[in-house]
C-alpha cells in the first residue's frame, strides 16, 4: 500500500503500492505484493501500450509523479504475441479481447482482427488463445459493423448514423408509422450521450449502445 513519503508508486494487479526506491528487481517487486515464492510467478509490465515479461533480476526504474503498471499470473511461462506490429508478452495462455483493448490503448470503436487467421474478427467479449504454434498477430482497424442492443436484444448494425425511423424499423419490422406512434431513448452513446430519438433526427451508433422503442396507436 502505497504511503505519503514514498516517492515511488506503482500497481499489481490493480492494488497501489508505494516505495521509496527509484529501482527495484522483479523479485523485489514480486515479494512487495505477496507474490511469493517470486519464481512461481509471471510479471508483466504494461509501458508504451505493450506488454514485456520482467524476470526475477530484470530492474525497473521508477520515474516519480508516474504510476508503473504491472499484471501478475501464477505460471512458470510467457507467452508471447504482436498487437499492431508491437511485440507483447504475456502471462497466461489466451488473453481476453477487452484486456488486449485496454492495456494496448485501442479505442472500443476499433475492432480486433487476428492477422495470422486469415483477418478474422475477435469479437469484443472473445479472447484470443496464445498457446497454438507460431506468434499470434492481432491488428486493430475501425469496425464496420457494431453491435447494439434494441429493446433487450442485441442486434448486429452497420457502424453508421440512423434514423428515427430506421430504428423503430429494427424494434418493429415493417412498422406502420401512418397509424402507430414510436417513443425511442437511448443510453451509452458517443461519448456516453443519452436521450430521445425523436422525428427528422439521426444518431451514429457504437458498440454497447442501448435503444429502448415503444409503440403506441395514434387513434
Known sequence: MAKRHE???????GALQGTSDKIMDGGQIREATGKVPASDFVLIQIVESSGRS???????????????????????RVFTFTVNERGWE????TIAAADIHRYAGIDEDHELMLDSDGD?????????????????????????????????????????????????????????????????????GVDDAEGDLVEGESIKVKNGMVFNVRRSDKS
Open 120 to 188: 478474422t474478427v475477435i469479437s469484443p467479449k472473445g479472447q484470443l488463445d496464445l498457446a497454438g504454434n507460431g506468434v499470434e498477430r492481432v491488428r486493430s482497424r475501425e469496425a464496420k459493423t457494431v453491435t447494439i442492443k434494441v429493446n433487450g436484444r442485441p442486434r448486429s448494425v452497420e457502424k453508421r448514423r440512423y434514423s428515427y425511423r430506421e430504428i423503430a424499423a429494427i424494434a418493429y419490422p415493417n412498422p406502420d408509422f401512418e397509424n402507430f406512434n414510436y417513443t425511442t431513448t437511448y443510453l451509452h
Open 7 to 13: 516517492k515511488y508508486q506503482f500497481t499489481v494487479d
Open 54 to 76: 520482467i524476470s526475477l533480476e530484470d530492474q525497473v526504474k521508477f520515474v516519480e509523479g508516474e504510476t508503473a503498471v504491472f499484471l501478475s499470473f501464477r505460471s512458470d
Open 90 to 93: 504475456w502471462g497466461a495462455a
